[in-house]
Structure formats: C-alpha cells, structure tokens
C-alpha cells in the first residue's frame, strides 16, 4: 500500500498546508466575557455576538469588564452595546416589488447581497476577514461569503449573465486557500477549524465554461492546495484508521469524513452547544467534534448524522465516510487532472485521473447498499452502510458515478418516498431539525433534478423542479420574499426547525429558481 501510494503522498506533502498565524476568534479575545455573553443569551440569536465589532482592544473591554461586572447595576446588554458595534443587516431594509415578476427581483437582490471590498467592515479585532473582490452573502443573519452556497449562487449569477462577479468569487475563494490551505465555512475567525462541502472545482469548472479551458490553468495550484488539505495525514494512516478529514478503509482505500479540528462549543452558536452536550451520552469534546464536523457538511442538522435516527445527542458524524463529499472530491481529483491536461503535463493528469478512478471504485463497494438498493454513507467503525438516507443520496447520479440499476433504483426511491407537493424532501424523518423533512433546499433540489436528467429520468425530474418552482413562486407572491428552505410537505405553510428562524435573501435559493426557471423555459 505504501509503495502504491508514495507518489501521492509526495505530492501531497510537496504542496503542503499553508501555514498561518491563526486569527484570534472571539472566544479567544473576550474570554469569560464571550462566555457571559452567550449562556446568558443577552441576544436571542448567539450568532449576534460573534458578528458584532469591539469599539476598542479586547485587553481594555475585558479589563473595563471585570472592573464594572460585579458592582451593583451593572447591565450585561448596557455593557455590550457600549463596547461594541452590532452587526447590521442589510437586505432587512429592502422592499421588492412583486408586480415586477420574480426574475427582476432576483436581479435587484443581486446587487442587495453584493458586498464590495471597501463595504466590509476591516476594525482589527472584529471576526470578518476581507475578502480582495466583491462577493454575494446568502442574506439575513448570513452576512458574510459561505463556501458552498456561493456555487449555487454563481449558477443564477450566469443566467444573469454577471461572468465578472462569477471570477470575482473565484478569486476570493482562490484567495482563502491561497492564504489558509483550504476554504473556511465562511469569511470569519470562528469558522477557521472548518470547511464545507469542497465546491471549488465546480466554481472553476463553471467559469472555464465562460471564459475558456485556459482558467483550469490559472487556478491550478488552488486546487491542488485544496486537495492537500481534504488529504492531510494520509501518509500515515493505517487500514481501519482515521485522521482529519480522511479515512483508510480495511481495503486500504482513502475516502473522506467531514471533520472540525476543534473540539470545543461553537462560537456561534455557543450556548446551544452547551446546552445540547448535557442531554448527549458522549464526551463534551466528542459530542462538539460532531456537531462542528456536520457544520462542515452544510447538513446541520439532520437525522442523517444520527445513531438513532432521531436526537441530537446521538451524533456520530465523524464516524460516516459521507457519500457527497466523497463525490465532491472525485470532481477535484477530475477537474486537477484537467488542469494537468490543459497546461500538457500528462504525467500528472494519468495520476490525477487514476485517483479519481481508485476513489469511484471505493464509494461504490463502501456508499452503494446492493440490498436496500441505495447510496448511503458508510459508517467505517461499525463497518455498515448508514440506514439513514437523505438527498445526498443523489450525489452519484449528479456526478454520473452510478451505473443504469443503480439510477433506476435511486429514480424509484425518489419517485415513491421523496416527491411531495413541493419538490423533494430532504430526509424522511421528522426531529425538528432543519435538514429534515418536511423540509427541501434549493441545492439538494438542484442536485437530484440534474442528477436524474443526467439517466434521462426527465419526467420524474421535470415535477421535481415545476413542484419547486412553484412553491418558490408562492410563497414569493404572499411574502415577496424567496427563502432559505420550504417545506415541501406542508406547501401551506413556513419552513421551520433549526437553531434559528427561517432567513430570506437567499442567496442559493434566487440562484437555482433562475436557473431552473430558464432551463424549463418558464414565465414569472
């Protein structure tokens, strides 16, 4: 195994992971402070916190903190509004105008969402990094870049026709990892233990289609810094072993789980985290390393990650080789050998392309259940396919991983289990949670549509997207808003559940409904 591999590592740990001074996060500045702030829920929303900007340098907040917060009156919210800056919602102020159709208010909400270099707030201690370009924020309490919504959102940017904010975002991301070795959930200090799900190469791959083959070039060492880091430590692994983000299956195949490299409450949603470890069976530091590696997944939270398929307490994530990310990273593999391609080093491409080949044989013998006839996680400690099925089942379909039988099966479980009155619900299971039904997304909506297009399925496919559309359209003419999720159940009523209340904007929401809407050749 070791020989078979050696030029892999080589590679690897010739590109190296950047190293970095890491950026002080808010907990790490305000100490007992941050930790007040939060438990006592001095903002309903502890993501509030986080985002706000220090009027002055930590060690004098702190120091006038621990002279004022003991003396009789003292009012922790009085405090917090003197020493900092809250942080600001912008599309709150915005109005659409419904008569104008759904198309221009998509358009207008572009420039609602854009945020300029010079717009970002640079106060030394605050948790946003500036980003070099402009960039689109999904909208509400997301006020900063997130990695894997901005696909979604560059996919109605070029129906737009916006090529220029399209490479804007593809140079920031190229920026981030350039800067820190991979690309964090979001342009903040607090998200720097921890990526998403790595759709970077879908980015390049989708501004090659705009502006020519010789962009696989440009952003060729991104991608490969990219990779080094979803591969970190597998030079050492042993079969049945994990480390990071990558697993060493009994076989000897390398495949990959989502991972957090802190194992502490997350800083924004830090009293939440508290709160739940104490209902869960697991160390604090286990329960936490979960609950931020299905961060990382973007699937937070779901029964998905679930031992029991139903409470929050059980959360093994870390134990899952995860189907979609596992396709994702196939696509990286792919999309480097055609950077090797494109610039004619074809040593290089054959290696790219060969571990692309050895990942797709292993996700089909460990994520394909011959006998429930289903793609799954697999769950690598217990040696078993996860019976908890999601839309990110379809991840092999979008990617073209699975062969007919396999299509076919995933058409039918879909076609009986999963189409509701208004597209396809994420999972099956009702917890509460907001990555289960009966809620859909606009990206898992995306995915199995073109993943089922992709095996000629295009009737089954087509009442997904028109049953989306339509919800989307709905719920615009009685909000003018476009949302965050739906439920697709229930197309009466709001999409709910999750730590916090349903966001409008929304970024990848305004992205898939163009395009699917232009694809379907659909008015207003």
């Known amino acids: 195994m070791k020989q078979k591999y050696a030029w892999f590592y080589a590679i690897v740990l010739f590109i190296g992971h950047t190293s970095f001074a890491q950026l002080a996060s808010p907990r790490a500045l305000f100490q007992d402070l941050f930790i007040d702030v939060q438990m006592q829920q001095v903002f309903p929303d502890g993501k509030t ?32 509004d003197a020493y900092f800056r809250l942080p600001q919602n912008n599309t709150t102020a915005y109005h659409s105008n419904i008569q104008a159709g759904i198309r221009q208010h998509i358009h207008e909400l572009w420039k609602v969402l854009t945020r300029l270099p ?24 997301f006020r900063e870049v997130y990695y894997w919504d901005s696909y979604f959102t560059m996919l109605g940017l070029q129906q737009s026709g916006d090529t220029a904010l399209i490479e804007d975002m593809v140079k920031n991301f190229a920026y981030l990892i350039n800067r820190f070795g991979f ?18 190469s879908l980015m390049v791959d989708l501004l090659a289609g705009l502006k020519g083959d010789y962009v696989y070039a440009i952003y060729q060492q991104p991608l490969l810094k990219e990779y080094a880091y979803w591969m970190k430590g597998a030079e050492a692994l042993h079969p049945g072993e994990a480390v990071h983000n990558v697993v060493m299956l009994a076989d000897s195949s390398l495949l990959n789980r989502y991972w957090d490299e802190s194992n502490q409450p997350r800083e924004e949603s830090y009293r939440a985290d508290v709160l739940a470890a104490r209902q869960s069976q ?12 299905a961060a990382e997944s973007g699937m937070d939270f779901s029964s998905r990650w679930f031992a029991d398929n139903q409470h929050l307490g059980t959360i093994i994530t870390t134990d899952l080789v995860a189907v979609d990310l596992n396709c994702l990273l196939y696509h990286l593999e792919k999309t480097i050998a055609k950077s090797y391609a494109v610039t004619g080093n074809y040593l290089q491409q054959k290696q790219y392309e060969h571990l692309a080949e050895a990942r797709k044989k292993a996700l089909l013998q460990y994520c394909w259940d011959a006998h429930q006839q289903v793609f799954t996680d697999y769950d690598y400690v217990r040696r078993q396919y996860s019976p908890r099925i999601s839309l990110a089942s379809m991840y092999p379909l979008f990617f073209h991983l699975a062969d007919s039988a396999q299509a076919a099966a995933m058409a039918k479980l879909i076609s009986a289990r999963y189409l509701q009155p208004g ?64 439920d697709v159940m229930h197309i009466q009523k709001k999409a709910g559940g999750g730590e916090y209340p349903t966001q409008d904007g929304f970024g990848w929401t305004n992205g898939v409904l163009l395009k699917l809407m232009n694809e379907y050749q659909l008015k207003d």
Request: glycine share 8%.
């Open 118 to 141: 010079g717009q970002q707030d640079t106060a030394r201690y605050g948790s946003l990094i500036p980003l070099p370009y402009r960039y689109i924020v999904p909208g509400g309490r």
């Open 423 to 486: 597209g396809a619900v994420t999972t099956l299971q009702q917890t509460g949670q907001q990555w289960d039904a009966p809620n859909g997304w606009a990206p898992l909506e995306y995915i199995t549509i073109q993943g089922l297009r992709g095996y000629h399925y295009d009737s089954l496919a087509r009442q997904i997207a028109l049953r989306w559309i339509q919800l989307n359209k709905q719920v615009f003419i009685h909000t003018g808003k476009l949302m965050e999720k739906y």
């Open 183 to 200: 690309v964090p959930n979001g342009n903040r200090t607090y998200y720097l233990t921890r990526s998403q799900p790595p759709y970077f």
């Open 49 to 80: 916190f986080v985002d706000c900007v220090p009027r002055y340098a930590p060690d004098s907040i702190l120091k006038a903190y621990h002279a004022q917060k003991n003396k009789p009156g003292f009012d922790l919210k009085q405090f917090v």
């Open 282 to 293: 697991q160390p604090d530091t286990l329960f936490y390393r979960n609950i931020r590696a």
